[in-house]
């Protein structure tokens, strides 16, 4: 059974000015039982002996740039 968190969602913010565009986005993704706890008590199993039972709500960033030089050419750059 694989873990599955409550929340989680993805959000992006883009500003475009001409021919630049610059976007930021933010995944998020909630804090998780270990998937082979999950898997045990959901059917009435032994919990199993693992080092990791709980993962921490996670932030993730991604920043984004495109330059349009005409209809025909642009550049895209991301870092992740």
Do not use: C, M
Not at 16 to 36: A, C, D, F, M, W
């Amino acid at each position: 059974t694989n873990a599955d968190p409550k929340w989680r969602g993805v959000q992006r913010l883009t500003w475009t000015r001409g021919p630049l565009q610059l976007s930021v986005r933010h995944k998020y993704i909630g804090e998780v039982e270990n998937g082979r706890i999950a898997g045990a008590r959901a059917t009435g199993a032994a919990l199993p002996n693992v080092p990791v039972l709980q993962l921490a709500a996670q932030h993730y960033f991604d920043v984004s740039a495109t330059w349009d030089f005409d209809d025909r050419y642009s550049v895209y750059a991301v870092v992740e």
